[in-house]
């Protein structure tokens, strides 16, 4: 067994080792429960890791639990839904302190919001041919997590009317389609402002990912910046190395921190915990140099 000792975070992203601050739990849409996650992560040689399940922090306890046994360290966490110029966006929250101040009201109003949007595409989607969508969706999820849009993907599978998941959210759930439903999520701004209140550093994530022209990505983090948030995902899984250069460039002339996450949600595909595309040579500081997230770069740096 190793030493439960926390290795020291680098002050360089292109340096980053062990550290992956995007993942997802049975929380939300991920296969692995908190503590199955904690493992495969430590089992991986992760030392850093945030749980960001979407909209909810109910994942973190367990997930912390988990780890104090094995000497890793889980940034609480959550990545938050929210629209931007009629654009689903997704703000990943590092919570070190939890949900505090309007975040509690916050997370409730998301859990909300993510039960009437659920009604709302099981009302669309039987327009399509699934009958008893929400009932199909929740079977899915097993249990009574809240609905996500994966949830729905298989409901559609499993009834034969696509032949995959990535069918059924080109034909029916991807962005624009009829199951897209983006009514009921808060603005950009506000999400961003819930996360301040909570103490927290917002970071923009998987900015590569929203299908947005280089000038539209630059209003976005124009708006995010002024909306309170400090800091983007450099990396998500996988991306282009051009793009991602084009996108550390952007990021610098703001002089935002950078965050780098798989997005792991289940294994057997091609992204596991700790993977991703490498980081480009970049002069943006990482975002745990934030003095808010001290507490994690410090805690192995003390002991070097
Ligand atoms: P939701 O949070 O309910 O809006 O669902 C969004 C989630 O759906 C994302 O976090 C991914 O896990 C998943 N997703 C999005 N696009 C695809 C896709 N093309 N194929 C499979 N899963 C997807
Ligand atoms: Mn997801
Ligand atoms: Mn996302
Ligand atoms: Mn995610």
């Known amino acids: ?30 296969a692995l429960s908190p503590a199955e996650l904690v493992a495969l992560c430590h089992q991986r040689g992760l030392t850093h890791i945030a749980l960001t399940d979407h909209d909810t922090m109910a994942g973190v306890e367990a997930a912390e639990a988990a780890a104090s046994s094995l000497g890793l360290q889980v940034m609480p966490a959550t990545e938050l839904s929210c629209q931007w110029r009629g654009v689903n966006i997704h703000v990943v929250g590092l919570l070190p302190e939890g949900a505090q101040g309007d975040l509690v009201e916050g997370l409730r109003r998301q859990s909300e919001a993510r039960r009437a949007r659920a009604q709302e595409i099981a009302r669309r989607l039987e327009g399509v041919g699934l009958s008893n969508a929400l009932e199909r969706a929740q079977q899915q999820a097993g249990g009574e997590r809240p609905l996500g849009r994966p949830d729905f993907a298989r409901a559609l599978v499993d009834a034969g009317l696509v032949p995959d998941m990535a069918s059924a959210f080109k034909k029916h759930l991807g962005a624009g389609k009829r199951g897209d439903v983006k009514m009921h999520w808060p603005y950009l701004s506000e999400v961003v402002e819930w996360i301040r209140s909570a103490s927290g550093v917002a970071v923009l994530a998987h900015p590569l990912r929203y299908g947005l022209t280089r000038r539209k990505r630059g209003q976005l983090l124009d708006d995010f910046l002024a909306a309170g948030g400090e800091a983007a995902e450099l990396v998500n899984g996988f991306q282009n190395p051009d793009v991602t250069r084009d996108l550390a460039r952007q990021l610098d002339a703001r002089a935002m921190l950078g965050s780098l996450g798989s997005d792991f949600h289940f294994s057997g595909g091609p992204i596991a915990p700790g993977t991703m595309s490498p980081l480009p040579r970049t002069a943006l500081a990482p975002v745990w140099s934030h003095p808010t997230l001290s507490q994690y770069a410090g805690a192995g740096a003390r002991r070097t």
């Open 1 to 30: 067994m190793p030493m439960t000792v926390s290795h020291a975070l680098t002050d360089s992203l292109v340096d980053a080792q062990g550290i992956d601050l995007h993942m997802h739990s049975t929380a939300s849409d991920g």
